[in-house]
Protein backbone atom coordinates (compact mmCIF):
# COMPACT_ATOMS: atom_id res chain seq x y z
CA UNK A 1 0.00 0.00 0.00
CA UNK A 2 1.33 3.49 -0.95
CA UNK A 3 2.08 5.91 2.19
CA UNK A 4 1.16 9.28 2.05
CA UNK A 5 1.35 12.35 3.87
CA UNK A 6 -2.13 13.61 3.39
CA UNK A 7 -1.94 17.37 2.95
CA UNK A 8 -5.52 18.62 4.33
CA UNK A 9 -4.41 17.10 7.35
CA UNK A 10 -0.46 17.94 6.72
CA UNK A 11 -1.03 21.73 7.06
CA UNK A 12 -3.62 21.96 9.59
CA UNK A 13 -0.99 19.53 11.30
CA UNK A 14 1.08 22.20 10.24
CA UNK A 15 -0.57 25.33 11.68
CA UNK A 16 -1.47 23.37 15.14
CA UNK A 17 2.98 22.27 15.07
CA UNK A 18 3.44 25.56 14.69
CA UNK A 19 1.60 27.13 18.15
CA UNK A 20 2.64 23.64 20.00
CA UNK A 21 4.57 24.29 23.32
CA UNK A 22 6.22 21.01 24.35
CA UNK A 23 9.03 19.57 26.08
CA UNK A 24 12.42 19.29 24.59
CA UNK A 25 13.29 15.81 22.65
CA UNK A 26 13.68 12.49 25.43
CA UNK A 27 16.86 10.34 25.02
CA UNK A 28 15.90 7.34 23.40
CA UNK A 29 17.85 4.39 23.19
CA UNK A 30 17.55 3.45 18.79
CA UNK A 31 17.15 0.10 20.10
CA UNK A 32 13.45 0.28 21.20
CA UNK A 33 13.04 3.45 19.00
CA UNK A 34 9.65 1.09 16.96
CA UNK A 35 7.90 1.60 20.21
CA UNK A 36 7.85 5.22 20.06
CA UNK A 37 7.09 4.99 16.11
CA UNK A 38 3.66 7.50 15.19
CA UNK A 39 1.81 7.44 12.10
CA UNK A 40 3.59 9.15 8.95
CA UNK A 41 0.16 10.91 8.49
CA UNK A 42 0.95 12.97 11.29
CA UNK A 43 4.45 13.42 11.13
CA UNK A 44 4.02 17.03 11.79
CA UNK A 45 2.06 16.25 14.83
CA UNK A 46 4.17 13.97 16.10
CA UNK A 47 5.28 14.06 20.04
CA UNK A 48 8.60 14.57 21.31
CA UNK A 49 9.43 10.56 21.37
CA UNK A 50 8.21 10.07 18.32
CA UNK A 51 10.19 12.49 15.90
CA UNK A 52 13.25 10.89 17.61
CA UNK A 53 12.77 7.72 16.85
CA UNK A 54 11.00 8.62 13.31
CA UNK A 55 13.32 10.56 12.56
CA UNK A 56 16.72 8.82 12.70
CA UNK A 57 14.11 6.17 11.01
CA UNK A 58 12.16 7.10 8.03
CA UNK A 59 13.51 4.00 5.72
CA UNK A 60 10.96 2.18 8.05
CA UNK A 61 8.17 4.27 7.74
CA UNK A 62 7.97 5.57 4.37
CA UNK A 63 8.92 3.91 0.80
CA UNK A 64 12.12 5.49 -1.30
CA UNK A 65 15.41 5.16 -2.62
CA UNK A 66 18.64 4.98 -1.08
CA UNK A 67 21.44 7.03 -2.01
CA UNK A 68 25.03 4.40 -2.03
CA UNK A 69 27.85 5.99 -0.47
CA UNK A 70 31.47 5.12 -2.28
CA UNK A 71 34.40 3.02 -1.32
CA UNK A 72 36.32 6.71 -0.64
CA UNK A 73 34.93 8.57 1.97
CA UNK A 74 36.35 12.23 2.27
CA UNK A 75 37.97 12.16 5.28
CA UNK A 76 37.56 14.70 7.71
CA UNK A 77 40.34 15.35 10.30
CA UNK A 78 39.71 16.68 13.83
CA UNK A 79 40.78 19.09 15.61
CA UNK A 80 38.12 19.55 18.94
CA UNK A 81 37.97 22.56 20.70
CA UNK A 82 36.17 23.50 23.27
CA UNK A 83 32.71 25.23 22.27
CA UNK A 84 29.68 24.90 24.98
CA UNK A 85 30.42 27.66 26.69
CA UNK A 86 30.07 30.14 24.11
CA UNK A 87 27.64 32.53 24.26
CA UNK A 88 24.50 32.89 22.24
CA UNK A 89 23.12 36.82 22.34
CA UNK A 90 19.78 37.02 20.90
CA UNK A 91 18.19 40.45 21.85
CA UNK A 92 18.33 41.27 25.54
CA UNK A 93 18.97 37.78 26.50
CA UNK A 94 21.82 35.01 26.55
CA UNK A 95 22.53 31.43 26.46
CA UNK A 96 25.26 29.39 26.07
CA UNK A 97 25.73 26.33 23.25
CA UNK A 98 25.34 23.57 25.93
CA UNK A 99 22.12 25.22 26.70
CA UNK A 100 20.78 25.72 22.89
CA UNK A 101 21.80 22.21 22.54
CA UNK A 102 19.42 21.06 25.54
CA UNK A 103 16.56 24.19 24.88
CA UNK A 104 16.31 23.68 21.10
CA UNK A 105 16.17 19.78 21.14
CA UNK A 106 19.45 19.27 19.37
CA UNK A 107 19.98 15.42 17.78
CA UNK A 108 23.63 16.87 16.71
CA UNK A 109 25.56 19.95 15.64
CA UNK A 110 28.76 19.92 13.95
CA UNK A 111 31.19 22.33 13.29
CA UNK A 112 33.56 22.29 10.29
CA UNK A 113 36.66 25.04 9.79
CA UNK A 114 38.98 24.97 7.38
CA UNK A 115 38.23 21.30 6.50
CA UNK A 116 38.43 20.08 9.93
CA UNK A 117 35.89 19.07 12.76
CA UNK A 118 36.58 21.25 15.32
CA UNK A 119 33.34 20.73 17.56
CA UNK A 120 30.83 17.61 17.27
CA UNK A 121 28.24 17.03 19.78
CA UNK A 122 25.62 14.34 19.55
CA UNK A 123 22.52 13.51 21.87
CA UNK A 124 18.42 11.71 21.81
CA UNK A 125 20.65 9.18 20.88
CA UNK A 126 22.01 9.60 18.23
CA UNK A 127 25.78 9.02 17.25
CA UNK A 128 28.01 9.94 13.63
CA UNK A 129 26.05 6.78 12.23
CA UNK A 130 22.79 8.17 12.92
CA UNK A 131 20.61 9.45 9.64
CA UNK A 132 18.14 11.90 10.12
CA UNK A 133 15.36 13.55 8.25
CA UNK A 134 16.51 16.55 6.87
CA UNK A 135 13.24 18.26 5.40
CA UNK A 136 13.73 21.54 2.99
CA UNK A 137 17.59 21.33 3.64
CA UNK A 138 16.84 19.22 0.72
CA UNK A 139 15.55 21.82 -1.14
CA UNK A 140 19.03 22.82 -1.51
CA UNK A 141 20.52 20.08 -2.49
CA UNK A 142 17.99 19.99 -5.67
CA UNK A 143 19.33 23.06 -6.19
CA UNK A 144 22.95 21.66 -7.04
CA UNK A 145 21.52 19.34 -9.43
CA UNK A 146 19.49 21.59 -11.25
CA UNK A 147 23.42 22.88 -11.62
CA UNK A 148 24.62 19.67 -12.36
CA UNK A 149 21.98 18.93 -15.36
CA UNK A 150 23.59 22.62 -16.49
CA UNK A 151 27.12 21.50 -16.93
CA UNK A 152 26.01 17.93 -17.92
CA UNK A 153 24.04 19.77 -21.25
CA UNK A 154 20.29 18.34 -20.00
CA UNK A 155 19.28 22.04 -19.16
CA UNK A 156 20.67 24.46 -21.30
CA UNK A 157 20.22 27.24 -18.58
CA UNK A 158 17.75 28.73 -16.34
CA UNK A 159 16.47 30.93 -18.39
CA UNK A 160 14.48 28.10 -20.30
CA UNK A 161 10.70 28.03 -19.91
CA UNK A 162 9.38 25.71 -17.36
CA UNK A 163 6.81 24.41 -20.20
CA UNK A 164 9.84 23.38 -22.14
CA UNK A 165 10.70 20.62 -19.87
CA UNK A 166 6.89 20.04 -18.64
CA UNK A 167 4.56 20.48 -21.67
CA UNK A 168 1.15 19.18 -19.40
CA UNK A 169 1.71 23.22 -18.04
CA UNK A 170 2.08 24.51 -21.83
CA UNK A 171 -1.33 26.78 -22.29
CA UNK A 172 -1.07 28.09 -18.90
CA UNK A 173 0.20 30.89 -17.00
CA UNK A 174 3.44 28.89 -16.32
CA UNK A 175 4.28 29.50 -20.36
CA UNK A 176 6.10 32.78 -19.22
CA UNK A 177 7.88 31.60 -16.02
CA UNK A 178 11.12 30.54 -16.39
CA UNK A 179 12.99 27.76 -14.19
CA UNK A 180 14.95 30.77 -12.50
CA UNK A 181 11.75 32.41 -11.53
CA UNK A 182 10.48 28.64 -10.07
CA UNK A 183 13.45 28.81 -8.34
CA UNK A 184 13.02 31.43 -6.54
CA UNK A 185 9.68 30.73 -6.24
CA UNK A 186 8.34 34.28 -7.91
CA UNK A 187 6.63 32.71 -10.85
CA UNK A 188 4.36 35.32 -10.79
CA UNK A 189 0.97 32.60 -10.58
CA UNK A 190 -1.33 32.89 -8.17
CA UNK A 191 -0.90 30.60 -5.09
CA UNK A 192 -2.23 30.93 -1.19
CA UNK A 193 -0.21 29.25 1.01
CA UNK A 194 -2.05 30.38 4.02
CA UNK A 195 -2.31 26.94 6.67
CA UNK A 196 -5.50 28.25 8.36
CA UNK A 197 -7.09 28.46 5.35
CA UNK A 198 -9.62 25.26 4.32
CA UNK A 199 -9.99 27.47 1.06
CA UNK A 200 -6.51 28.29 0.34
CA UNK A 201 -4.39 26.38 -2.46
CA UNK A 202 -1.72 24.67 -0.04
CA UNK A 203 -5.43 22.75 1.71
CA UNK A 204 -7.29 22.08 -1.42
CA UNK A 205 -4.66 20.99 -3.99
CA UNK A 206 -4.25 16.94 -5.27
CA UNK A 207 -0.72 16.22 -4.50
CA UNK A 208 -0.60 13.41 -7.34
CA UNK A 209 1.27 14.70 -10.00
CA UNK A 210 -0.76 14.57 -13.11
CA UNK A 211 -3.41 16.47 -11.08
CA UNK A 212 -1.28 18.80 -9.47
CA UNK A 213 -0.28 19.56 -12.89
CA UNK A 214 -4.11 19.95 -13.85
CA UNK A 215 -4.69 22.08 -10.54
CA UNK A 216 -1.86 24.49 -11.46
CA UNK A 217 -3.43 24.71 -15.25
CA UNK A 218 -6.34 26.62 -14.12
CA UNK A 219 -4.09 29.19 -11.85
CA UNK A 220 -4.14 32.85 -13.18
CA UNK A 221 -1.07 35.27 -13.39
CA UNK A 222 -1.06 37.69 -10.63
CA UNK A 223 2.38 39.21 -11.37
CA UNK A 224 5.28 39.52 -14.00
CA UNK A 225 7.66 36.49 -13.56
CA UNK A 226 10.38 37.12 -11.12
CA UNK A 227 9.32 40.13 -9.68
CA UNK A 228 7.18 38.90 -6.43
CA UNK A 229 8.46 36.28 -4.02
CA UNK A 230 5.77 34.06 -3.28
CA UNK A 231 6.38 30.76 -0.75
CA UNK A 232 4.78 28.18 -2.99
CA UNK A 233 5.20 24.61 -1.81
CA UNK A 234 3.58 23.25 -5.26
CA UNK A 235 6.73 24.78 -6.92
CA UNK A 236 9.28 22.94 -5.76
CA UNK A 237 7.46 19.60 -6.47
CA UNK A 238 8.04 21.20 -10.09
CA UNK A 239 11.29 21.77 -9.76
CA UNK A 240 12.07 18.48 -9.05
CA UNK A 241 9.73 16.99 -11.46
CA UNK A 242 10.84 19.21 -13.84
CA UNK A 243 14.96 18.10 -13.27
CA UNK A 244 13.54 14.34 -13.50
CA UNK A 245 12.50 14.88 -16.78
CA UNK A 246 15.66 16.78 -18.11
CA UNK A 247 18.09 14.02 -17.22
CA UNK A 248 15.64 11.20 -17.65
CA UNK A 249 16.26 9.54 -14.29
CA UNK A 250 15.28 9.79 -10.74
CA UNK A 251 16.96 12.04 -8.66
CA UNK A 252 18.43 9.98 -5.96
CA UNK A 253 20.61 8.04 -8.46
CA UNK A 254 21.28 11.12 -9.80
CA UNK A 255 22.70 12.63 -6.66
CA UNK A 256 24.63 9.47 -5.99
CA UNK A 257 26.25 9.67 -9.17
CA UNK A 258 27.02 13.06 -9.82
CA UNK A 259 27.74 14.19 -5.70
CA UNK A 260 27.22 11.61 -2.83
CA UNK A 261 29.89 9.05 -4.75
CA UNK A 262 32.28 11.21 -6.13
CA UNK A 263 32.99 13.70 -3.31
CA UNK A 264 33.11 10.94 -0.60
CA UNK A 265 29.98 10.67 1.39
CA UNK A 266 30.67 8.27 3.80
CA UNK A 267 27.04 6.91 4.64
CA UNK A 268 24.32 5.86 2.11
CA UNK A 269 21.41 8.31 2.68
CA UNK A 270 18.02 7.67 2.31
CA UNK A 271 15.10 10.14 0.01
CA UNK A 272 11.92 9.46 1.30
CA UNK A 273 9.47 8.83 -1.94
CA UNK A 274 6.12 10.15 0.02
CA UNK A 275 3.38 12.45 -1.91
CA UNK A 276 1.82 14.87 -0.32
CA UNK A 277 4.78 16.20 1.49
CA UNK A 278 6.97 16.79 -1.46
CA UNK A 279 8.57 13.26 -1.71
CA UNK A 280 12.02 13.14 -4.02
CA UNK A 281 10.12 15.87 -6.64
CA UNK A 282 9.61 19.02 -4.26
CA UNK A 283 13.23 18.29 -2.48
CA UNK A 284 11.80 16.74 0.56
CA UNK A 285 13.17 14.66 2.18
CA UNK A 286 16.97 13.58 2.13
CA UNK A 287 17.56 11.44 5.50
CA UNK A 288 21.92 11.21 6.00
CA UNK A 289 23.98 11.48 8.91
CA UNK A 290 25.09 14.78 10.40
CA UNK A 291 28.76 14.41 8.80
CA UNK A 292 27.52 13.76 5.27
CA UNK A 293 25.11 17.00 5.77
CA UNK A 294 28.57 18.61 6.54
CA UNK A 295 30.17 16.97 3.59
CA UNK A 296 27.57 18.57 1.28
CA UNK A 297 28.49 22.12 2.72
CA UNK A 298 31.73 21.48 2.03
CA UNK A 299 31.26 20.86 -1.50
CA UNK A 300 28.67 23.91 -1.71
CA UNK A 301 31.60 25.86 0.03
CA UNK A 302 34.17 24.48 -2.37
CA UNK A 303 31.89 25.45 -5.63
CA UNK A 304 30.45 22.67 -7.02
CA UNK A 305 33.89 20.57 -7.14
CA UNK A 306 35.07 17.38 -6.11
CA UNK A 307 37.98 16.99 -3.58
CA UNK A 308 40.71 16.65 -7.18
CA UNK A 309 39.02 20.17 -8.06
CA UNK A 310 36.94 18.46 -10.53
CA UNK A 311 34.25 20.60 -11.53
CA UNK A 312 30.28 19.08 -11.07
CA UNK A 313 28.56 22.12 -10.63
CA UNK A 314 28.89 25.19 -13.72
CA UNK A 315 32.10 27.42 -12.72
CA UNK A 316 30.05 30.29 -11.41
CA UNK A 317 26.77 28.30 -10.09
CA UNK A 318 27.32 28.50 -6.61
CA UNK A 319 27.59 32.52 -6.71
CA UNK A 320 24.84 32.68 -9.04
CA UNK A 321 22.44 30.47 -6.86
CA UNK A 322 23.13 32.30 -3.53
CA UNK A 323 22.69 35.71 -5.01
CA UNK A 324 19.33 37.23 -3.78
CA UNK A 325 16.53 37.30 -6.30
CA UNK A 326 15.05 40.31 -7.36
CA UNK A 327 12.25 39.35 -5.97
CA UNK A 328 13.17 39.34 -2.15
CA UNK A 329 16.63 39.72 -1.30
CA UNK A 330 16.81 37.07 1.42
CA UNK A 331 16.58 34.04 -1.17
CA UNK A 332 18.52 32.55 -4.19
CA UNK A 333 17.65 29.52 -6.01
CA UNK A 334 16.19 27.51 -2.95
CA UNK A 335 18.97 29.09 -0.65
CA UNK A 336 18.30 31.42 2.47
CA UNK A 337 20.31 34.23 2.13
CA UNK A 338 20.91 36.08 5.83
CA UNK A 339 22.57 39.27 3.74
CA UNK A 340 26.41 38.92 5.21
CA UNK A 341 28.00 36.84 2.03
CA UNK A 342 26.82 33.63 3.88
CA UNK A 343 23.97 31.03 2.85
CA UNK A 344 22.05 28.09 4.46
CA UNK A 345 19.81 25.21 3.79
CA UNK A 346 17.13 25.23 6.19
CA UNK A 347 14.60 22.50 7.59
CA UNK A 348 11.33 22.68 10.01
CA UNK A 349 12.02 21.47 13.27
CA UNK A 350 15.39 22.39 12.78
CA UNK A 351 17.45 21.44 10.46
CA UNK A 352 19.88 23.11 9.11
CA UNK A 353 23.46 23.23 6.86
CA UNK A 354 24.83 26.73 7.01
CA UNK A 355 27.64 27.65 5.03
CA UNK A 356 30.11 30.64 5.52
CA UNK A 357 32.86 31.00 2.58
CA UNK A 358 34.36 34.35 4.48
CA UNK A 359 35.28 32.26 7.33
CA UNK A 360 35.71 28.52 5.51
CA UNK A 361 33.32 27.22 7.52
CA UNK A 362 30.31 24.85 7.51
CA UNK A 363 27.95 24.12 10.51
CA UNK A 364 25.70 21.47 9.99
CA UNK A 365 22.36 20.66 12.55
CA UNK A 366 19.79 18.39 13.26
CA UNK A 367 16.85 18.96 15.75
CA UNK A 368 13.58 17.90 17.08
CA UNK A 369 12.23 20.71 17.98
CA UNK A 370 8.76 21.19 19.27
CA UNK A 371 7.65 23.82 16.80
CA UNK A 372 8.09 23.32 13.34
CA UNK A 373 8.96 27.43 12.35
CA UNK A 374 8.89 29.65 15.21
CA UNK A 375 10.12 32.72 14.31
CA UNK A 376 12.21 32.66 17.38
CA UNK A 377 13.86 29.30 17.02
CA UNK A 378 15.00 30.77 13.08
CA UNK A 379 16.26 34.10 15.35
CA UNK A 380 18.41 32.13 17.95
CA UNK A 381 19.29 29.38 15.74
CA UNK A 382 20.76 31.86 13.60
CA UNK A 383 22.58 33.75 16.44
CA UNK A 384 24.19 30.43 17.49
CA UNK A 385 25.66 29.77 13.90
CA UNK A 386 26.93 33.42 13.87
CA UNK A 387 28.54 32.62 17.44
CA UNK A 388 30.39 29.59 17.00
CA UNK A 389 31.45 31.22 13.50
CA UNK A 390 33.31 33.81 15.68
CA UNK A 391 34.57 31.52 18.20
CA UNK A 392 36.00 29.39 15.64
CA UNK A 393 37.71 32.31 14.52
CA UNK A 394 39.44 33.10 17.30
CA UNK A 395 43.01 30.86 17.51
CA UNK A 396 43.27 31.44 21.05
CA UNK A 397 40.27 29.56 22.02
CA UNK A 398 41.10 25.76 23.76
Avoid at 94 to 122: C, F, H, N, P, W
Avoid at 182 to 195: F, K, R
Avoid at 279 to 298: H, M, P, Q, V
Avoid at 357 to 384: C, H, K, Y
Wanted: glycine share 8%; net charge negative.
Amino acid sequence: MKTRIRFASFTALLLTALLAQAQPAPWIDPAEDAEHFGSVDDILFWKPDQQVAGYRNMDRLVPGRWVHAGDSPLLLPERPRNLDDVVISYGDREMTVADYLERQSVAGLLVVKDGAIVYERYRLGNDENSRWLSYSVTKSVVSMLVGAAIRDGYIESVDEKVTDYLPRLKGSAYDQASIRDILQMASGVEWDETYDDPDADINRVNWETLALYDYLREKPAVAAPGETFNYNTAETNLVGNLLRSAIGNNLAVYLEEKIWKPFGMASDAFWNLTEGGGGEFGGCCLNATLRDYARLGLFALNNGRLADGTPVLPTDWMAESTTPSKAYEHYGYLWWLPGDGSYRASGIFGQGIYVVPQANTVIALQSARPNASGDEDWWIQFAMYKALVDAVKDPDRD
